[in-house]
């Protein structure tokens, strides 16, 4: 089965709603990270959080190892949030590698 | 500024031509990495240098292959493209195995 899984696949908010995406792993991992993509745009990275809890304006990113699982949440969403939300993990057994989740759409209506 | 550079950002060929991608950072990282993004927009490594060292490839087909002169340089030859290796292919570099940096992206199209 997949190692990393995201959810939603897909998720349209009004502006303003608050969105919490989540991304779950079958194996340990080394590191995390979440990514930002807009349509046909390049790869930000967000956070890069291994464990714990990390804040970037209007984002935050949880990494809970044991339960094997990291959350991206977003509070008072804007259009410009528009994209796909991707979480990419080095995982037990292929450290040298980032393995990606399937990704999150989201859309911000105004 | 410093950043991960790709070139070309867009390229239309044929069946059967030879195509090379470049792609050089200024981070001053050890890693370099090519992925594939599909028309699904699923990212899947394909090859992963430390220090010039081949340290991943994945099952890709032969006609692929990469070129690393130094640690800023991870290149990417396609000897004889196909219609299925129309995709976004992505650099990206890293010290190590911590945060990972991605550069814009080449949009292959085979016709």
């Known amino acids: 089965g997949q190692q990393v899984q995201q959810s939603p696949a897909s998720l349209v908010l009004q502006e303003g709603e608050n969105a919490e995406l989540q991304c779950n792993f079958s194996t340990s991992l080394n590191s995390m990270q979440w990514f930002y993509q807009r349509p046909g745009g390049s790869l930000v990275s967000l956070f890069y959080n291994p464990s714990g809890t990390k804040h970037s304006g209007r984002l935050t990113s949880t990494t809970v190892i044991k339960e094997r699982r990291s959350s991206l949440h977003i509070s008072s969403s804007q259009t410009t949030d528009s994209g796909t939300y991707l979480c990419a993990l080095r995982l037990s057994g292929s450290f040298n590698k980032l393995t990606f989740g399937a990704g999150t759409r989201l859309a911000v209506c105004p | 500024e410093t950043a991960v550079f790709q070139t070309p950002n867009y390229h239309v060929t044929q069946v059967g031509n030879e195509v090379s991608f470049n792609c050089k950072q200024t981070l001053g990282h050890d890693t370099m990495y090519w992925y594939k993004q599909d028309s699904k927009k699923l990212l899947k490594i394909m090859f992963s240098y430390n220090n010039k060292q081949l340290i991943v490839n994945e099952t890709v087909p032969r006609r692929f292959s990469p070129q690393s002169s130094d640690k800023a340089h991870l290149n990417l030859r396609i000897k004889s493209v196909e219609p299925e290796d129309s995709a976004v292919y992505l650099c990206?570099?890293?010290?190590?195995?911590?945060?990972?940096?991605f550069g814009k992206g080449t949009r292959l199209t085979v016709v």
């Open positions: 990206a570099s890293s010290h190590q195995r911590t945060e990972v940096f």
